[in-house]
């Protein structure tokens, strides 16, 4: 409690936040840098001022879209760090180191309501549900490997799950994005489906690589980290073209 107290308020110290700013200023990179990786998804406004095109429309997003930080920054000295040359909304991400930029010059119709879909399309986070929204962020994400979990919400394992798999991926940032699937939802069949899954053998893991367009599933058994990391890092080693694919026989085990 005292530790999480100490580094929020060692995290705002950098921050200078007027009190004419609906928005924490970032005065320099430092400050900046820390208000990247205070979060697993925020938002900076590189904007010259409260009068720029975009502002206002950004503090309205930023009040539907509470759970992402959001902060400005008006030094350009600054903005150069993030090759950035003119007034620009930027989405950073943890889960993939990725660099989301809205150039407010080439956006032809600018509403608080375009902002917030930016924001939910690209909010990537280390476990990301999945849904129509989110495939959009993880389909365009330069990391093309994502690590399935499915189970359905409700389910007993359901949440001790997700939270046992977010706590993993960040060992895996840039080489899976982990995506969790629920499977009491029917729009979710068809991706079952094409696990050869039925919601009723729910839960399992598995993964897909869109580059090549094939998947794995990780052999029936606890849902463990150990075994999790372990399915994960046999799939970088390529030591897993002999395991199960959707409708063929089990060859190894891992």
């Given at each position: 409690?005292?530790?999480?107290?100490?580094?929020?308020?060692?995290?705002?110290?950098?921050?200078?936040?007027?009190?004419?700013?609906?928005?924490?200023?970032?005065?320099?990179?430092?400050?900046?840098?820390?208000?990247?990786?205070?979060?697993?998804?925020?938002?900076?406004?590189?904007?010259e001022g409260e009068e720029s095109r975009g502002y206002q429309e950004l503090v309205s997003a930023a009040k539907q879209v509470d759970s992402v930080p959001v902060a400005i920054c008006?030094?350009?000295?600054?903005?150069?760090?993030?090759?950035?040359?003119?007034?620009?909304?930027?989405?950073?991400?943890?889960?993939?180191?990725?660099?989301?930029?809205?150039?407010?010059?080439?956006?032809?119709?600018?509403?608080?309501?375009?902002?917030?879909?930016?924001?939910?399309?690209?909010?990537?986070?280390?476990?990301?549900?999945?849904?129509?929204?989110?495939?959009?962020?993880?389909?365009?994400?330069?990391?093309?490997?994502?690590?399935?979990?499915?189970?359905?919400?409700?389910?007993?394992?359901?949440?001790?799950?997700?939270?046992?798999?977010?706590?993993?991926?960040?060992?895996?940032?840039?080489?899976?994005?982990?995506?969790?699937?629920?499977?009491?939802?029917?729009?979710?069949?068809?991706?079952?489906?094409?696990?050869?899954?039925?919601?009723?053998?729910?839960?399992?893991?598995?993964?897909?690589?869109?580059?090549?367009?094939?998947?794995?599933?990780?052999?029936?058994?606890?849902?463990?980290?150990?075994?999790?990391?372990?399915?994960?890092?046999?799939?970088?080693?390529?030591?897993?073209?002999?395991?199960?694919?959707?409708?063929?026989?089990?060859?190894?085990?891992?």
């Amino acid at each position: 409690m005292l530790i999480t107290l100490f580094f929020t308020l060692m995290v705002s110290s950098v921050f200078s936040a007027e009190k004419d700013s609906a928005f924490p200023r970032l005065t320099d990179t430092k400050a900046a840098e820390a208000f990247i990786d205070s979060a697993e998804v925020v938002v900076i406004g590189f904007l010259e001022g409260e009068e720029s095109r975009g502002y206002q429309e950004l503090v309205s997003a930023a009040k539907q879209v509470d759970s992402v930080p959001v902060a400005i920054c008006t030094e350009k000295e600054v903005w150069a760090d993030y090759n950035l040359s003119s007034d620009t909304i930027t989405l950073f991400r943890k889960a993939d180191n990725h660099q989301e930029n809205l150039v407010i010059a080439k956006a032809k119709k600018l509403e608080a309501d375009g902002l917030v879909n930016f924001i939910t399309i690209n909010e990537v986070r280390y476990i990301t549900e999945y849904n129509q929204v989110t495939a959009v962020g993880l389909f365009n994400s330069g990391v093309k490997t994502h690590l399935l979990l499915f189970a359905s919400r409700g389910s007993k394992e359901y949440t001790e799950l997700k939270e046992r798999l977010g706590a993993l991926a960040p060992d895996f940032t840039g080489k899976f994005l982990f995506v969790m699937i629920n499977g009491a939802v029917k729009s979710n069949s068809r991706s079952l489906g094409y696990f050869g899954l039925k919601s009723k053998d729910l839960p399992r893991v598995g993964i897909y690589d869109s580059d090549s367009d094939m998947k794995w599933l990780m052999p029936e058994g606890e849902i463990s980290t150990e075994r999790v990391r372990e399915f994960c890092e046999s799939f970088l080693r390529g030591e897993l073209k002999e395991v199960k694919q959707a409708g063929e026989e089990a060859k190894t085990e891992l």
